[in-house]
């Protein structure tokens, strides 16, 4: 078990003060391991965030080099990083933020014969990717494994979120049975404002937050829509 540090103390002191966290929930914090699929848009925000919580193990799986298509949303990049792996920035950037940290790199292409070897040492498992038939073999590998997934989408102006495999509950497949005919998004036919995954990779990050220290309610068996356009938030169970 990984004790918290010196600085810790001084890093985390707001953390300490709130209850529902304070210096055990820290502590469950640095020793968590979650890995996060996918560097991009909900990938950016939501490594930022759990670095700058603590989290004391993330691996990241990505095989893509930043374009400058990227940089309207992905703000872990900058234009002097364009055509450098996405992997290798964000490690050295999470590292920066938080000294403390472990990264561990998968700079590689999720499939049916590497995923499970990969998210068996991990406590959670985020699902960042923007394509259907990834987001449905993350959805069957932790499911099969019990891990839990945090699991974020976005298009135009809208996000959705939700959490599987949480002590008991839904699975990726009850609320998404089958795979889209057309399984992928293409970046460059489709819209999405730059802010929008910002905001979705920011509520995931609070979701594996509260998996981890077991604060607050968790959206399990729920999935919440939000239209960033016209401000509106609903929240559906399933």
Known sequence: MRKLSKEDFSRFTRHFSLGEIGQEGQEK???SRVLVIGAGGLGSPL??????AGIGTIGIVD????????????????????????????????????????????????????????????????????????RALIGEVSARLNKPLAFASVLNF???????????????????????????YK??????????????????ANEIIKIITGYGEIISGKLLVFNIQENRFNLFRF
């Open 158 to 184: 809208e996000g959705q979120i939700s959490v599987f495999n949480f002590q008991g509950g839904p699975a990726y497949k009850d609320l998404y049975p089958s795979v889209p005919i057309d399984g992928i």
């Open 47 to 52: 490594l930022i965030y759990l670095a700058a």
């Open 63 to 134: 095989d893509d080099v930043v374009s400058s298509s990227n940089l309207q949303r992905q703000i872990l990049y900058t234009t002097a990083e364009v055509g450098f792996k996405k992997v290798v920035v964000a490690s050295r950037k999470l590292t920066a933020l938080y000294p403390e940290i472990e990264i561990q790199l998968f700079d590689l292409r999720l499939n049916e014969e590497n995923a499970e070897n990969i998210f068996r040492n991990y406590d959670v498992i985020a699902d960042c990717t923007d394509n259907y038939k990834t």
């Open 187 to 204: 970046e460059n036919e489709i819209g999405l404002l730059g802010v929008l995954p910002g905001i979705a990779g920011t509520l995931q």
């Open 29 to 31: 914090i640095k020793n």
